[in-house]
């Protein structure tokens, strides 16, 4: 080995922490995308009792962060607006069958049951992304996983409530339920599609949210809503903070997540949803914080442990095996 080489080797051993670093960070930007994806309920309360149906508020959402992107974007960096015609598809998927599909349907839960009770039928979608991302990304479902996937699973059962019989769940709600954790699945996989074809995130959430509030304006009243919103100053204040708390910000920490990891893990770490929409729910609405949320919630941490200890684990044997390499 040459000591140009051992140069280079040194020097990519300690570029790996870097990685190491960003993989961490990343970890953390999907936690807290989880943590304003619980703010949802607060919004959807407020603006239901205005009048507004499920199908209004998804619009307000979707159509309103399709927007706001899009100029954004077109006023800072408009190179990311462009795309390859092929690809439509990619966004098509994810802003018409994912976004228009579980904002409605997670939205008519929260009507029909509860936060809580809509926060736990929602993450049926962990297990739906790792079974999907098994099929199209090959992604290992390994024995790690599939016990952070149980242990994220049944910390939402316990937040809900349901195990300790406080929450009425009717048949309605639990098929909207289900249906929006399909759809909240979507997204992980079509994003995932589209970041492995080198798009950058921003890009990605751009024509998901501008395709979705494209379509979902076919749904709603578009003009019942531009009416009502037009002669209230604080229910247009409402709508902007619905449409970057719970929209925006969220969808971004998300998507930049997904660029450094599996849509799996990604999808399990965002759990932390069901926490915070319980939590929101006792803050707000007055719900009860029982014994069964708190192990609810220790549950779900536990998951999000299990994979980061994984990811630790794997990061030390890497760099403890070049260093041996090289050494020799």
């Known amino acids: 080995m040459t000591e140009r080489d051992g140069f280079s080797s040194r020097r990519n051993i300690k570029g790996r922490p870097g990685r190491g670093k960003m993989k961490k960070f990343c970890c953390v930007l999907v936690i807290m995308a989880g943590i304003f994806w619980g703010t949802q309920g607060i919004f959807v309360n407020k603006l239901g009792e205005t009048g507004f149906s499920a199908m209004d508020i998804a619009a307000i959402r979707v159509a309103g962060t399709g927007i706001i992107i899009f100029f954004v974007i077109l006023a800072v960096k408009r190179e990311l607006l462009r795309i390859q015609v092929r690809d439509i598809w990619i966004f098509a998927g994810s802003g018409l069958l994912s976004i228009i599909g579980f904002n409605c349907l997670y939205y008519m839960t929260i009507r029909l049951t509860s936060m809580s009770v809509a926060a736990v039928l929602l993450y049926i979608s962990p297990a739906v992304v790792s079974v999907l991302s098994g099929i199209l990304f090959r992604e290992k ?28 769940v009717t048949f309605q709600g639990v098929i909207t339920g289900v249906g929006a954790g399909v759809a909240y699945a979507l997204y992980s996989v079509f994003s995932s599609i589209g970041l492995k074809k080198g798009y950058h995130p921003v890009t990605v959430m751009t024509y998901t949210f501008l395709i979705g509030g494209a379509g979902i304006l076919f749904l709603c009243r ?4 531009v009416a009502v919103s ?9 709508e902007t903070g619905f449409i970057l708390i719970s929209a925006v910000v969220p969808y971004f920490l998300y998507t930049v ?45 536990f998951s999000i442990i299990v994979l980061n200890v994984n990811m630790q684990m794997r990061r030390k044997s890497v760099v403890q095996t070049e260093i041996q390499s090289n050494g020799s």
């Open 230 to 238: 037009g002669k209230d100053g604080g229910l247009m204040l409402l």
């Open 141 to 168: 479902m390994t024995l790690r996983k599939l016990i952070a996937l149980i242990s994220a699973f049944a910390g939402c059962f316990f937040v809900s409530g349901v195990l300790g019989g406080e929450n009425t």
């Open 257 to 301: 997540g997904l660029k450094y990891m599996e849509a799996g893990k990604a999808s399990i770490m965002a759990s932390t949803e069901a926490i915070a929409a319980t939590l929101f729910g006792n803050i707000f609405f007055h719900e009860k914080l029982t014994v069964h949320i708190i192990l609810g919630i220790l549950a779900v941490v």
């Open 222 to 225: 578009p003009a019942e809503i």
